[in-house]
């Protein structure tokens, strides 16, 4: 099963787009069978992902051959499926649907969670940074992040998996810095209050004193 990188003109889960060729490029292999049919594997990110597949398939021929307990995991597609049934919140429901339903456009079919790997949610933070702030990036990747990890709730042969490391976009801390129209107005509205304020008083001051000199006037 040699590994290739095939090309296409239009846009398919998986593959991206290749500025050299102007394309759309995935790394894949094709299988060959013993009745001599083939049948071609793609839609992986990158030429790690394609390899960890090949060995995984090589794994399961040899565990065939021996007669060996696997162990089954369940797809990224369930293991979203039955975090989305936990939210009771229906807001919180509405905004998860979104979010990873737009994930899960993105990875190959049939995607196992064992098989899953850091470079499948980078792919969601590398589509979506394009399109809103890393803010809202980070945010709509712990949606991800706590479907990943909350797996084992509903599939209990889940508590020994280990989960890939949650990537995370790039948030920059800016400064705040003062606006000087801002601090401008604010200095005006502060000293028309003192002024104010200075004129209630003296206002005041001069009714008590017209009220002292009419009490002395007439007695």
Same mark, same amino acid.
């Given at each position: 099963?040699?590994?290739?990188?095939?090309?296409?003109?239009?846009?398919?889960?998986?593959?991206?787009?290749?500025?050299?060729?102007?394309?759309?490029?995935?790394?894949?292999?094709?299988?060959?069978?013993?009745?001599?049919?083939?049948?071609?594997?793609?839609?992986?990110?990158?030429?790690?992902?394609?390899?960890?597949? /090949?060995?995984?398939? &090589?794994?399961?021929?040899? +565990?065939? @051959?021996?007669?060996? #307990? %696997?162990?089954?995991?369940? =797809?990224?597609?369930? /293991?979203?499926?039955? &975090?989305?049934?936990?939210? +009771?919140? @229906?807001?919180?429901? #509405? %905004?998860?649907?979104?979010? =990873?339903?737009?994930?899960?456009?993105?990875?190959?079919?049939?995607?196992?969670?064992?098989?899953?790997?850091?470079?499948?949610?980078?792919?969601?933070?590398?589509?979506?940074?394009?399109?809103?702030?890393?803010?809202?990036?980070?945010?709509?990747?712990?949606?991800?992040?706590?479907?990943?990890?909350?797996?084992?709730?509903?599939?209990?042969?889940?508590?020994?998996?280990?989960?890939?490391?949650?990537?995370?976009?790039?948030?920059?801390?800016?400064?705040?810095?003062?606006?000087?129209?801002?601090?401008?107005?604010?200095?005006?509205?502060?000293?028309?209050?003192?002024?104010?304020?200075?004129?209630?008083?003296?206002?005041?001051?001069?009714?008590?004193?017209?009220?002292?000199?009419?009490?002395?006037?007439?007695?």
């Amino acid at each position: 099963m040699a590994i290739k990188k095939f090309y296409s003109n239009k846009a398919k889960a998986g593959w991206r787009w290749d500025e050299k060729t102007k394309k759309f490029s995935s790394w894949g292999y094709d299988v060959r069978f013993e009745d001599g049919s083939r049948k071609r594997e793609n839609g992986f990110a990158s030429k790690q992902l394609a390899e960890n597949a /090949v060995s995984r398939i &090589r794994i399961s021929e040899k +565990e065939g @051959k021996y007669d060996l #307990t %696997r162990r089954e995991f369940p =797809l990224v597609l369930e /293991v979203c499926e039955k &975090r989305l049934k936990r939210i +009771e919140s @229906k807001k919180e429901r #509405t %905004r998860a649907v979104t979010i =990873l339903n737009r994930w899960l456009a993105m990875l190959p079919p049939n995607l196992k969670i064992n098989e899953l790997a850091q470079s499948h949610i980078r792919l969601y933070i590398n589509e979506r940074i394009t399109e809103v702030k890393a803010v809202s990036v980070n945010r709509e990747i712990t949606v991800i992040g706590s479907a990943l990890h909350s797996a084992y709730v509903d599939f209990p042969e889940l508590e020994t998996w280990t989960c890939p490391r949650i990537p995370r976009p790039k948030v920059e801390n800016k400064p705040f810095r003062f606006s000087k129209t801002s601090l401008s107005e604010k200095r005006k509205k502060k000293k028309f209050r003192r002024s104010d304020k200075r004129k209630r008083q003296a206002k005041k001051l001069a009714l008590v004193f017209v009220w002292t000199r009419f009490q002395f006037t007439f007695p």
